[in-house]
């Protein structure tokens, strides 16, 4: 029985659950804090990218001022 994620969008409230696809789909499934049925499925792991990580690559480029090159003996 696999453990699922949960928050509850009344106190926001994150908890983990251990229970069957049924058991969801029945709304047997409540926030642990505030007892509310009104609760949402936390997906971990997988789906989410992080979002900015080819953007970092345009500001990066330092070049010392003396040479046009971004790597040089005296730019390190
Ligand atoms: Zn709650």
Redesign the pocket.
């Known amino acids: 029985m696999p453990n699922y994620d949960f928050e509850?969008q009344?106190?926001h409230?994150t908890f983990e659950v251990r229970a069957t696809i049924k058991e969801m789909e029945e709304g047997k499934i409540s926030?642990v804090?505030?007892k509310?049925k009104n609760i949402k499925r936390i997906f971990n792991g997988f789906g989410f990218s992080t979002g900015k990580s080819s953007s970092l690559t345009s500001s990066s480029s330092s070049s010392c001022s003396s040479c046009s090159s971004r790597s040089c003996s005296t730019c390190g």
């Open positions: 509850c009344d106190c409230e926030c804090k505030c509310s």
